[in-house]
């Protein structure tokens, strides 16, 4: 296996600048039922943007559209430039779009060092074995453990980690926190923080608000499969009572 020759425990600065993802009328149908509704949002190089809303607003459905992944899908998804909208999900993987899902796909049967290998490399730059480590130091002691024996929040941990070592710097990752333990929730959030000061852009799907609000540039408030409104992390106090609204909290 070949690594870069980044040095261990550090993470290489992104060079990408100007907006990364565009959507614009993104429609999404599951068999008969329509589920999004001319969705439309912007994420910029080195962002942190989160959707937020409740659970089956189709903050998820819209993650899985941008990644190939719901194939009866309309409008237009632009990557760098390139119209995706067609494109399926292995050619969007190349493309340098990482993807963490809610379910956070781990292999039960294969160890934590064969889960970590397996993605192919999308571009120079990924992390090396090392970087991951210093990063996660709970995988370093895990190498030999299958993906079911983890716990939840190794298996985030693990999930995060394999796409960083493909070299992939623009990443979905949807509800990392979900079911996690405040101090693996604390790890996840700084582990974020990190990459978005490396130049990393990430689009969030995130239920606990709090922990959006530490992290993020922008909020899109999604609603019924719809984008109904977007806050800047600057205007979140003015707005407090409005996101409140929104989530139900």
Excluded: C
């Excluded at 956070?104 to 160890?111: D, E, H, M, V």
């Excluded at 370093?140 to 394999?162: F, H, P």
């Excluded at 926190?177 to 000061?197: D, N, S």
């Amino acid at each position: 296996m070949t690594h870069t020759t980044e040095h261990p425990g550090t993470i290489a600065p992104a060079s990408q600048s100007g907006t990364m993802l565009e959507v614009s009328g993104l429609n999404g149908w599951y068999g008969e039922s329509h589920v999004l509704h001319d969705v439309s949002l912007r994420v910029d190089a080195g962002e942190v943007v989160t959707l937020l809303g409740r659970n089956g607003a189709g903050k998820t459905t819209t993650l899985k559209a941008i990644m190939g992944l719901l194939k009866n899908r309309s409008g237009s998804i632009r990557f760098q430039g390139s119209e995706l909208i067609d494109a399926p999900a292995r050619t969007i993987a190349k493309m340098g779009v990482g993807y963490v899902p809610d379910d956070r796909g781990i292999f039960g049967s294969l160890s934590v060092m064969e889960n970590l290998l397996l993605p192919p490399k999308v571009a120079e730059g990924g992390f090396e074995l090392p970087a991951i480590y210093e990063l996660f130091p709970n995988l370093k002691e895990r190498l030999d453990s299958y993906g079911n024996k983890l716990s939840g929040g190794e298996q985030q941990m693990l999930s995060i980690a394999r796409i960083l070592r493909t070299g992939a710097r623009f990443m979905l990752m949807d509800e990392p926190t979900e079911g996690l333990a405040p101090v693996i929730i604390h790890q996840i959030g700084r582990t974020v923080r990190r990459l978005k000061k490396a130049g990393f852009t990430i689009l969030l799907v995130e239920q606990n608000f709090h922990f959006a609000r530490e992290l993020a540039d922008r909020h899109y408030i999604v609603q019924e499969g719809r984008v109904i409104d977007e806050i800047r992390n600057d205007e979140v106090t003015d707005n407090l009572g409005k996101i409140q609204g929104y989530l139900g909290i």
